[in-house]
C-alpha cells in the first residue's frame, strides 16, 4: 500500500482502473493471509530503504534528469524531489485554480454525522503525545472532471532555508525534511480503510459514503475530482516522542528528540495571511532566512500532459520519465502549528547508561 499510494516512482504508464478483484470472506481471516500481508509490507520497505540509487541522464539542454526505470530500487521518486516538481498551485492555469482545497482543525477525532469543534493550530502550543486532528475539503468549481494520480495527507517538520538574495522569492534554496507522516485513510487508495473501531465496510471495496452532517463525499471516484461535488478526508496524526534514529548516523539520543518550531518561512507567511492570522505573530528571535515548521499538507499531483503543461524551462533539474512526460503538483494546501516540545527527565537507570 505504501508503494503503489505514497512512494510512487516517475514511470508513467497507462494504469488500469478496472474494479478490484473479489475476496472470499475466508481468506481475511486466514492466518497465512495476514502472514503474507505482514512480509510484503516488510520486503517492500526494507528495499525502498536499501535500494542503490540509479544512475541519471542530464540533458543539457533543459536541465532534465531521465530517472532509470528499469529498476525497482531507483531512488528519483517524486517525493524525494517533491521541492523540484513544477507546482501549479499559485499559477494562472484554469485546472488548478479550479481546485478549492482548505485544510481544517478540530479538537477531537472526526466523526461521521459529528459536528466538529474548529480551533485555530497557531493559538495552541502543541507536544510529544498531542494528536493533531482535522479535515480536508476539496472542491472542484469548474464544469469537467479534473483527473489526478496521487493525492495525499501528511504531517512534515522541515528545517528551510530561504534565498537572502530575493526576498519575494517563495522557493526555498534547502529544505531538510526530518519528519514525515502519511495520514493512509484521508490519502488516496486503492481500498477503503477503516479508521475507527465503529467502522465495518469492506476495506476491498471503495464505497461512496457520505457525511451525514453535510452531504459532502468521502471518497474519489475513477481517482477524478468531479464538479460540484464537495469531498472531505478526516485526518489525526499524533506527534511522536522521538524523531527516527535514521535522522542521526552517529547514534546521538540528542539528536532525535523534536525540535521546537523556529521562526516562519516565507510559504508560512503566504498561508498564514489566506488564514487571516496576521494578529498572531510571534518573535522566537530566530534568522530571517532560516526557520523550523511543522504543519499538515494537502496535494494532488498529475501528469503535466493532462494538463496541457508545458515542458518546464527552468534551470533546475526536472525528473521525468523516458517518455518525457513530466509529473507536476496540480495543487497543494498547507496548514502549519506550532510545537513547543517537552524536554524529557532521564531516570536514575537512564542516566547510568548514559
Known sequence: MYTTTIYKSFNVSNESLAEPPSYENSS????NQLSSVSTGRSNSTVAQGSGSVSTNTYDNSGGLIVADEGTNMWQETILDNIHKLT???HSNKVVSNAI?????FTEEVGELGKKPVLID????EYKQGDLINGFVIIKNESNEPIPFDMFYVLFEGNITVSNTLDIKDTNPTRVEKFLQMFDFSASWNHAH???LITEYANPYECPLISDPYDDSKMAFPDRKILPGVTYKRFFTFKIPDNLLDSECNHNLLEHTQIPPTLGK???EDYVNLAYKVENCKTKSLSFVDTSISYGVQARFIGRASKYNVKKSKRNDPVLINSKGDEYVI???ANRFLRIVPQTKNLTPNEKIIK
Do not use: A, D, M
Open 28 to 31: 481475511i481471516h486466514s492466518n
Open 87 to 89: 507546482n501549479l498551485t
Open 100 to 104: 478549492k482545497i482548505s485544510i481544517e
Open 121 to 124: 493550530p497557531l493559538l495552541h
Open 193 to 195: 480503510i477503516n479508521r
Open 265 to 267: 518561512s516565507r510559504s
Open 330 to 332: 496540480l495543487k497543494e
